[in-house]
C-alpha cells in the first residue's frame, strides 16, 4: 500500500475497479468516462500501472481466458486496494472542504456604496 497521494491516472484506475473487475480496454474507456474524457491512457501506461499495483497488493488478476487467441486479464481491487481508496477519497474530501472553506473567507462581498443625500425610498 502507499501512503502518498495518488496521481490522478492511478485514482482512476482503481476507481473505475471498485464497482467491478474489468479488463485492460474495459479500464482505459472507464477511465475516460469517468474523468469526462481528460484522462486517456494508453496500453503502456495502463499495464505499467497495474503491474506496480499487482506489485503493491492493490490490485489482483480475477480471471484469465483467451480471447482471439490472446490472453485476457481481468483485475478487481483487493480488500488493500479499497482501502487505499477510501483513504483518497477521504484526503481529497477534507481537501476540498478547506478548499472551499478559504474560498468562502477570501471571496470579496457585495460592495457597499455609500448613501447618497437625497436618494432614499
Known amino acids: 500500500m502507499t501512503e502518498r497521494p495518488l496521481q490522478e491516472p492511478t485514482l482512476l484506475l482503481i ?7 474489468r479488463h485492460g480496454y474495459a479500464l482505459i474507456q472507464e477511465v475516460a468516462a469517468i474523468s469526462g474524457g481528460r484522462v486517456r491512457l494508453r496500453a ?6 497495474l503491474d506496480r499495483l499487482l506489485g503493491q497488493g492493490i490490485v ?13 486479464r481481468t483485475y478487481a ?9 477510501a ?3 477521504d484526503r481529497l474530501r477534507t481537501t476540498a472542504r478547506e478548499a472551499e472553506r478559504r474560498i468562502g473567507l477570501g471571496r470579496p462581498g457585495p ?9 432614499g425610498a
Open 87 to 89: 483513504a483518497e477519497a
Open 60 to 72: 489482483k488478476v480475477e480471471r484469465e481466458e483467451v480471447v482471439d487467441s490472446r490472453l485476457r
Open 44 to 49: 503502456g501506461t495502463l499495464y505499467g500501472a
Open 15 to 21: 476507481t473505475a475497479l471498485a464497482d467491478a473487475p
Open 111 to 119: 460592495t457597499l456604496r455609500p448613501a447618497q443625500d437625497g436618494a
Open 77 to 85: 481491487l483487493t480488500d488493500a486496494g479499497y482501502e487505499v481508496l
